[in-house]
């Protein structure tokens, strides 16, 4: 048995509301809960309302965790699952979060996708690099190559970020082989990069 000692509205969240019981412990419960349970001070609780209080409390936390995370920027429903657990979230109670957002259209790893390939093809970073950045933000494989067909071919980044590199003096076989290290480094590969490194090579030196 559990008595509500104090119930108040949060100071800080809307729709929140903070509930004591006289074991010590808070908890916080939404206006549905609060309706829901007909919560109230003095209210006693048995011991089976007050675990279903406490299991409807703790996934509405994760729910408005996880909803705040995804308002503060896109993520993949994995990643998501793994930040909220990293909280103190239970993995259980971070995976009904993450469907609920999913179900509700908030998560969507297809165009989380899309949007990361979109994001660092304009930055002007290579297929490898691509999809270690899909890897990275764990996004299910399902969905890579549609989203990497959406990114500009190798040659054409690679041929915008010479011209911005070299158009301004002489070319030399060194800085010719720093820029190839550069390129490799944002993910191409190296027979696109030697495919357009060629029109760069200085001139022979015409001998008389």
Known sequence: MAQIQRLERSKRVRGRYLVWLDDGTMLRATEQEVLDFALRPGLELGEEETARLRASSSESAAKARAARMI????????ELVDRLVAKGEGA?????AADWLEELGAVDDRAYAAMLVRHYDARGYGPQRLREE????KVPAEYW?????GARPEEEVIEQYLERRLSRGPVT???LG???????????SWR????QLDRWQPE?????
Do not use: H, V
């Open 71 to 78: 308002g503060a920027r896109p993520l993949a429903k994995r």
């Open 92 to 96: 259980e109670q971070a995976a009904r």
């Open 134 to 137: 899909l890897r990275r933000r």
């Open 145 to 149: 190559e549609e989203a990497l067909a």
């Open 173 to 175: 076989e060194q800085e």
């Open 178 to 188: 720093r820029q190839a290290n550069a390129l490799r480094r944002r993910g191409f």
């Open 192 to 195: 696109a990069i030697r495919s």
């Open 204 to 208: 022979p030196e015409e001998t008389w």
